[in-house]
């Protein structure tokens, strides 16, 4: 399978502990971009890389995430301190960049995280 | 900044029937526009996108949408319903060559197909 793969696919757990997703994208694509998909709503942008560096932060990542993306390739979405608030699937997607066409988002099939 | 809005958050169409999604959206630049639909449990899949060109483009499974610069509309429409076409479906616009391409979406349209 060389789509875009998600881990874990869901995770439980109780408010104020640390969660940590994974990312893996398509292996040539350049960019990667994380989503917040909550119930009822559409994905929000959070963040996106340029191979290792990332460029933009929405508002909505406050200082309790972070993310990165160690030697462009793989990336990481880390939780502190979860709230309720933060239940919600995490959409990962993947494109490549470069020339005068646009480059498809491909997405993964997220990970959803429940708060408890 | 772009943003798109989806009127009517359920759509009950029957089989056989026209389904019809509205999108309007708002972007300073010239857009990049697309409709993704997500099967429950999954990730989003591209249905069909709009970046210059021909203005009516066709996707998978028989949809197809217009742009409309006037009316900054890109409606969805297929002839036909299917059952397997009950799903969610999103309109998104992003800004293109101009900047990261970052997708902004609607709050979605949850379709139900009545047999």
């Known amino acids: 399978d060389t789509g875009v793969s998600q881990d874990p696919r869901h995770k439980i757990t109780k408010r104020g502990q640390n969660v940590t997703f994974r990312c893996d994208p398509i292996?040539?694509?350049?960019?990667l971009y994380w989503y917040r998909q909550t119930l009822g709503q559409g994905p929000e942008f959070l963040t996106y890389?340029?191979?290792?560096?990332?460029?933009?932060k929405s508002r909505l990542l406050s200082d309790r995430f972070s993310a990165e993306r160690p030697k462009g390739s793989f990336s990481t979405l880390e939780i502190q301190r979860t709230e309720q608030g933060d239940s919600a699937m995490y959409l990962c997607?993947?494109?490549?960049?470069?020339?005068?066409?646009?480059?498809?988002?491909?997405f993964g099939p997220g990970t959803r995280l429940t708060v408890l | 900044a772009q943003s798109v809005t989806q009127l009517g958050s359920h759509v009950s169409v029957s089989e056989g029937a026209l389904v019809l999604l509205r999108c309007n959206y708002s972007?300073?630049?010239?857009?990049?526009l697309f409709w993704y639909v997500q099967y429950p449990n999954q990730g989003l899949q591209l249905l069909l996108k709009?970046?210059?060109?021909?203005?009516l483009v066709k996707g998978i499974n028989g949809f197809e949408a217009e742009f409309k610069k006037s009316e900054t509309s890109f409606h969805l429409t297929k002839p036909s319903a299917h059952m397997s076409d009950a799903a969610e479906y999103f309109c998104?616009?992003?800004?293109?060559?101009?900047?990261?391409?970052?997708?902004?979406f609607g709050k979605g349209n949850q379709v139900v197909v009545i047999p």
């Open positions: 997607a993947s494109s490549t960049i470069g020339g005068s066409s646009y480059n498809e988002q491909f």
């Open positions: 292996s040539e694509h350049n960019r």
């Open positions: 890389f340029q191979n290792e560096a990332q460029l933009e």
């Open positions: 972007s300073s630049v010239p857009p990049y």
């Open positions: 709009y970046t210059t060109g021909a203005t």
């Open positions: 998104a616009v992003s800004d293109g060559l101009y900047g990261n391409n970052r997708l902004a």
